[in-house]
């Protein structure tokens, strides 16, 4: 029999990688098993906001709203590169919600969930705001409120990271054929490996059901897969605020700025009947939103404007809600066996990004009883992700300071280095005195020391890990930039 680890997390989402962070920090040897790469599906096509969920209000979820934005700031203390503060405009617009009732919300959000350094709501005069000149004339009053960004890919390979150098074994593409209980352990399958745990987490996002099918498992649980899509298009605006957005159906959409040159549109809600292996937007999700953006911006959006699109199948609780954009985006644990001294598994079902951290807590302490190598109480919200370490309001400083150590970099690429590794740029920029001291240059800013430090250190093996997930560069990398960086890759993960 192969080495026993203490936990499998079966998952490499946020919620299967932040669950083997707080295991392995309270001591568990700990497996990640991912059968692509880390943040492939869900995770790195979500709407890239850490919010409470405002429109949630209105479902009357207010314990998940309480939740979600109890954690916004937690996670914006541990992990201020890839997490940063938004303002948002909601424009009033007459026939829909009416002022008083969005002011009670925004009232409702700003109070129930512990803010302490976000900026309160406020109206604002769209005809004296910057917010309101891409906006049709029509649109004169607004609210101003705040919420976070976050680089979501990055999330999940900064905690995967934080886990493996807290003791974590992190496997990527390595898919689960199998598993069965083997006495007081887990035999997992993978193919090629056999692996043993004393208890697993079923952390497998969309497939979770699958996963339990493969071990034999019944469960009387039922998910409801909802598929959210975006737009993306050449930036529709040069300020720095992004637009929460009414629809005369009920539904809500964000315009939110992307990557410096873009504007990120989305999401619709949509019940996802098809396979997961291959999820993309339909041309009636495409038209919906740049129906949507049109009734708002000046200049039209439409199909042919659009430079990309993604999309992420949301796995959700079904409890029955008859509309997709109803369907809770709460949580939900199933346990299996360790009560009978069999070993346990447990099954994560729903959540949202925003909460990842607090449903990891609950899941390590679900297991504690059975494992007896667990120690402590909830501590990842006082430990910085990988680079995180500066205060809040201190990634300027940090991009100066880097600017500063490496002039030859430009004013752009500092932000982005900073934004996407924190003080971790330090490290494979070295002791560089001129941009030949990082390697090829493969455009945009991403040279191969760069490129080294995702292969070596964050599991990166092939251009989409690079330019997707680790970097977002795809969409500024042309077809033959991009088959340079492949076939750097190929070479580089060959050999090492």
């Given at each position: 029999m192969s080495a026993i680890h203490d936990l499998a997390v079966i998952g490499g989402g946020v919620n299967g990688a932040g669950i083997a962070r707080d295991a392995a920090g309270r001591g568990a040897k700990v497996l990640l098993l991912e059968r692509g790469d880390l943040a492939t599906g869900t995770s790195s096509n979500s709407t890239k906001l850490i919010h409470g969920g405002l429109r949630y209000l209105e479902h009357y979820e207010f314990a998940l709203v309480r939740e979600s934005l109890s954690e916004r700031e937690v996670l914006w203390g541990i992990a201020p590169h890839i997490i940063w503060p938004l303002r948002f405009i909601l424009p009033h617009r007459p026939g829909l919600r009416p002022r008083?009732?969005?002011r009670l919300g925004l009232f409702l959000y700003d109070h129930i969930g512990g803010r302490k350094r976000l900026p309160s709501a406020e109206g604002v005069d769209l005809r004296q705001h910057p917010a309101g000149a891409p906006l049709k004339p029509e649109y004169t009053r607004a609210f101003a409120y705040s919420d976070g960004w976050v680089d979501d890919a990055r999330l999940v390979v900064l905690n995967a990271r934080d886990a493996a150098d807290r003791g974590a074994e992190v496997r990527t593409r390595c898919e689960v054929t199998a598993l069965a209980r083997e006495g007081e352990v887990w035999r997992i399958e993978t193919g090629a490996e056999t692996f043993h745990a004393r208890a697993v987490v079923n952390a497998a996002g969309p497939?979770?059901?699958?996963?339990?099918?493969?071990?034999?498992?019944?469960?009387?649980?039922k998910m409801r897969l909802v598929r959210g899509s975006h737009i993306v298009v050449k930036k529709l605006f040069d300020h720095d605020f992004a637009y929460f957005f009414q629809?005369?159906?009920?539904?809500?959409?964000?315009a939110i700025p992307y990557e410096s040159d873009f504007t990120l549109i989305g999401t619709t809600d949509v019940d996802h009947q098809a396979g997961l292996d291959e999820v993309k937007a339909s041309p009636e999700e495409i038209a919906y939103l740049c129906e949507g953006a049109s009734e708002y911006f000046r200049k039209p959006v439409t199909p042919a404007d659009v430079v990309w699109t993604y999309s992420g199948v949301r796995p959700l609780v079904d409890d029955g809600s008859g509309k997709p954009?109803?369907?809770?985006r709460g949580y939900r644990f199933e346990l299996d066996g360790g009560t009978d001294g069999t070993a346990p598994l447990l099954s994560v079902f729903g959540g949202k990004i925003t909460t990842y951290r607090h449903l990891a807590a609950?899941?390590?302490e679900q297991l504690a009883p059975f494992l007896a190598v667990l120690e402590g109480k909830d501590w990842t919200g006082g430990a910085f992700l990988p680079g995180g370490d500066f205060g809040r309001d201190e990634a300027g400083a940090k991009m100066r300071e880097l600017a500063a150590r490496y002039p030859f970099l430009s004013e752009r690429d500092a932000r982005r280095l900073i934004q996407l590794y924190g003080t971790c740029a330090f490290d494979f920029l070295g002791d560089a005195t001129q941009p030949s001291d990082l390697g090829q240059h493969f455009g945009h800013g991403l040279t191969a020391a760069e490129v080294d430090h995702l292969v070596t250190t964050e599991w990166a093996r092939t251009a989409e890990?690079?330019?997707?997930?680790r970097t977002k560069l795809g969409l500024h990398f042309s077809a033959q930039e991009t088959a340079a960086l492949a076939a750097y890759l190929t070479e580089r993960t060959t050999t090492s």
């Open positions: 008083w009732l969005l497939r979770v059901l699958e996963l339990l099918g493969r071990a034999g498992e019944p469960t009387t649980q629809l005369p159906d009920g539904r809500i959409f964000f954009e109803a369907a809770t609950e899941a390590v890990d690079v330019l997707w997930r």
